[in-house]
């Protein structure tokens, strides 16, 4: 090797040295942290075992029976019970899809159905009242006093007076088509008016148009007590008669829901203390509700 050639070799390595110790260190990699298995979140707050989802009618929530009764459950088990108050339908629907822990219902071969297709445990007994035909006190139809409630609603029909329908697959709107069907008539036209809505939204509606309407008693006194002035036109019919069922929702199709709460919840509306709360619920003196578990009936004699 020459001499030039050398020192060039040097240079050129002296180079690379130099420029390697110019270069920034790299980061020390950061640890990433792990928790210990006591940090870990739990799925759900350790509350959630007391709290009850009860889906029922707006029967139940607008005559103001629930916000009478559903203290005394809540203080007793230190529990929270979150009420959807809809129609029937959707109340069994929320059960169906495991939405709710237990449903509060009345339409009798609706829930049924509910057990025999195996989203509820069990239907029992709780209360029952009965629907009423109101309307404007000016009676167009004139079916003021009749005893029939399917002659009521073909009288109605054949007047095309107004009549307001719930509309929304509820108890009360499953009782409606079965006067319907009773009588022989499908109602439809411009007196027909499929609202959609609550009882307690109709019974508004109904005095607004005005015209008639099926109501549970239960939230037509309580409206009335709000100044509601339609009048109760056909009462005492049997098929008029209302009764409601509570079923838990079965734990074995929604592993999710608060099955034990929910049975405890049962057993408590059903039991002779609640039930005899439920018998002095009352508007004015009038009774609202009345009682009817296998408990109560034991208790009565009966």
């Not at 529990?79 to 219902?105: C, P, R, S, Y």
């Not at 009521?152 to 007047?159: E, L, V």
């Not at 809505?197 to 019974?203: A, F, R």
């Amino acid at each position: 090797m020459t001499l030039k050639k050398g020192l060039a070799l040097a240079i050129f390595v002296s180079l690379i040295v130099v420029m390697a110790a110019c270069q920034p260190a790299a980061p020390t990699p950061t640890p990433i942290p792990t928790a210990s298995p006591t940090e870990e979140a739990t799925a759900e707050p350790a509350e959630a075992s007391n709290r009850l989802i009860l889906a029922t009618t707006t029967s139940t929530e607008d005559s103001g029976l629930l916000d009478s009764i559903l203290p005394n459950f809540e203080s007793t088990y230190n529990a929270t019970v979150d009420v959807i108050a809809v129609g029937t339908g959707q109340a069994l629907e929320l059960g169906a899809n495991g939405d709710a822990d237990v449903v509060l219902v009345h339409a009798r071969a609706r829930e049924d159905a509910f057990v025999a297709d195996g989203n509820g445990t069990q239907r029992y007994d709780v209360m029952y009242n009965d629907f009423v035909i109101v309307g404007p006190a000016e009676d167009p139809a004139g079916i003021s006093g009749m005893t029939s409630a399917a002659e009521a609603f073909q009288t109605i029909a054949r007047a095309e007076a107004t009549f307001i329908s719930r509309g929304d697959d509820s108890g009360t709107h499953t009782k409606e088509r079965q006067i319907w069907d009773a009588a022989g008539v499908t109602p439809e036209g411009d007196w027909y008016v499929s609202a959609g809505q609550g009882m307690g939204e109709v019974l508004t509606m109904a005095e607004e148009q005005p015209g008639y309407t099926l109501s549970d008693r239960a939230t037509y006194l309580a409206r009335q007590e709000a100044g509601l002035t339609l009048e109760i036109l056909v009462e005492g019919d049997q098929s008029l008669f209302n009764p409601y069922g509570v079923i838990p929702v079965n734990p074995e199709v929604h592993p999710n829901v608060n099955a034990a709460l929910a049975q405890t919840f049962v057993d408590w509306l059903t039991s002779v203390e609640t039930q005899a709360l439920i018998a002095s619920f009352e508007i004015n003196g009038r009774q609202l509700f009345f009682p009817d578990s296998e408990a109560w009936r034991a208790a009565q004699g009966s």
